[in-house]
């Protein structure tokens, strides 16, 4: 399939650390074969700059690096114009994005996720805490980004990867947080 025909499809952009936590489920080989059966029909995407942080994670990336090109954006929309407004914005408003893992990595996949996402109006999936004021989903919240944010297993549970969520997996603060 090619990349302009996805249509009305939600765009998912997958953050490092899902593709690496999947891993530990005991049917992650399932799971990772049905992300690749979604990054087929276009559903399933990431930024170029995920894949490089995958290469420290041996059985995620072994599995998926020869799928690269499969989920990968294309990079004539990873790096138009666009993109680079929501880039430069995020800079201005989220200059911490680049500075998540000690600056050891000069090109890291949070800022262009969230830049991504924005500009096309894609979803941003991570595992990263809703509640801290320096991680993607607080970037997500920023005006003129704006874009939704799930979490690795609300993104599985909502493309119908895993078919039922247990209490204990659901976040005690995010229970908490909502006031209804």
């Known amino acids: ?100 893992g000690g600056g050891k990595n000069p090109d890291p996949a949070d800022p262009w996720l969230v830049s991504v996402a924005a500009h096309y109006k894609y979803v941003v999936v991570t595992n990263e805490s809703e509640f801290s004021t320096m991680r993607i989903p607080a970037a997500c919240k920023i005006p003129g980004i704006e874009c939704r944010c799930i979490s690795g297993p609300h993104f599985l549970h909502e493309v119908g990867i895993i078919k039922t969520i247990k209490p204990e997996h659901i976040s005690a603060k995010a229970f908490f947080a909502d006031k209804n």
């Open 1 to 100: 399939m090619n990349w302009q025909e996805v249509g009305d499809l939600i765009i998912n952009l997958i953050d490092t650390d899902v593709l690496v936590r999947i891993r530990d489920k005991r049917e992650s080989v399932k799971m990772y074969n049905r992300l690749i059966e979604l990054g087929e029909i276009g559903s399933v995407r990431s930024v170029r700059q995920v894949f490089d942080e995958l290469k420290g994670h041996g059985p995620a990336y072994k599995l998926l690096t020869d799928r690269r090109a499969l989920f990968s954006i294309p990079p004539e929309q990873q790096f138009c114009e666009g993109v680079q407004q929501k880039l430069e914005l995020l800079g201005n408003k989220a200059g911490w994005l680049w500075e998540q």
